[in-house]
């Protein structure tokens, strides 16, 4: 059985978590990269980011070396922007048609997930959707999350 773990990450914590579940269950990664993202790392990178959410922007990703479909069970992850997924998840599960996976999803954010989970499960119908899980700020101090999504990952697999 074949598992992928596909993620975007702008501060690193769901490259963290990303890293510690295909660390744990032998998965490939990939790591979606938009061809232009926020410059800046201030502030100003909410306001840029918030409104990419809201206007449903898919930006372009750097070439994709990886081919999803030959999975059988896919963890997705992104970091929760203006209560949803990133733009660049957008882009990836628009642009591959994902259908009869084993599926689990998660995220990373300051407290507020908002429709994240909902929101991709409106591009994922045709799968099964095994797990979500939420990550706070897992980075900060970390306090178990590593291990958490050790365990989670491997429950997933076990299913
Ligand atoms: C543009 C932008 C919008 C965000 N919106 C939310 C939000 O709606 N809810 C929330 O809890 N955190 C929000 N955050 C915080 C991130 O989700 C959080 O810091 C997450 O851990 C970042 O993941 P990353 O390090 O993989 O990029 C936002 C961050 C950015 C940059």
New binding site residues.
Partial sequence: MKTLVVYY???????YIAENIAAETGADILELKPVSDIKNRRFT??IW??KQVVMGKKPELQKISINPQEYDTIFIGT?????SHSPAVSTFLSEFEIKGKKLALFC???????KTFSNMREYLKDNSILAELEFI?PIKGDEGKAAQAREWARAVIGE
């Fill in positions: 990450s702008f501060d690193g914590n769901t490259r990178k909410y980011g918030g970091p929760v922007w203006a209560y990373c954010d300051g407290g507020s997930k908002g700020e």
